[in-house]
C-alpha cells in the first residue's frame, strides 16, 4: 500500500533537448542580408540620371533616373541627337556632371548646348 508522503511525490515530466533552432536561423539571417546588399549594389550601378534640358512635350525631363534599360522614347530622340546620351551618367557622377554644365567648353556643357539646340528646333 502507497503511504500519504509517497501519493504526493511526482515525477518530474521528462524534458527533451529542443533543437538547435538558433544557429540556422542566424544563417538564413545572414544569407538574406548579403543578398539585400549585392541587389542593392546592382541597383546603384544601374541607376543612371540625365543632366541635360528638359525635351519636347515632357519627353525627357531634366534629372529623371532610370534603371536598367531606357524607354523606347526617350531611344527615339537620342537616335535623332545622341548628345543626349552623354548627359545620361550613373547618380554617383551627378554633382560633377551638374558643376561641369556650367563651366564653358565642358564636354558637359558642350552636350547641353546640342541638345539645347534639338530642344529649340535648331539641329
Known amino acids: 500500500m502507497t503511504t500519504q508522503s509517497e501519493k504526493n511525490v511526482s515525477t518530474p515530466p521528462k524534458r527533451t533537448a529542443a533543437p538547435p533552432a538558433e544557429k540556422p536561423q542566424k544563417q538564413v539571417i545572414k ?3 548579403k543578398t539585400l546588399h549585392e ?3 546592382e541597383a546603384e550601378v544601374k541607376s543612371v540620371i540625365y543632366c541635360g534640358p528638359t ?8 534629372y529623371s533616373t532610370f534603371t536598367g534599360d531606357l ?3 526617350v531611344q527615339e530622340h537620342i ?3 545622341p548628345a543626349i546620351m552623354e548627359l545620361v551618367v550613373p547618380v554617383s557622377e551627378l554633382a560633377e ?3 561641369n554644365l556650367t563651366v564653358k567648353g565642358t564636354k558637359d ?12 528646333g535648331e539641329k
Open 31 to 33: 544569407k538574406v542580408e
Open 39 to 41: 541587389i542593392r549594389q
Open 55 to 62: 525635351l519636347p512635350n515632357h519627353a525627357l525631363l531634366q
Open 71 to 73: 524607354p523606347p522614347h
Open 79 to 81: 537616335e535623332k541627337c
Open 97 to 99: 556632371t551638374t558643376a
Open 109 to 120: 556643357q558642350i552636350m547641353f548646348e546640342e541638345v539645347s539646340k534639338y530642344v529649340r
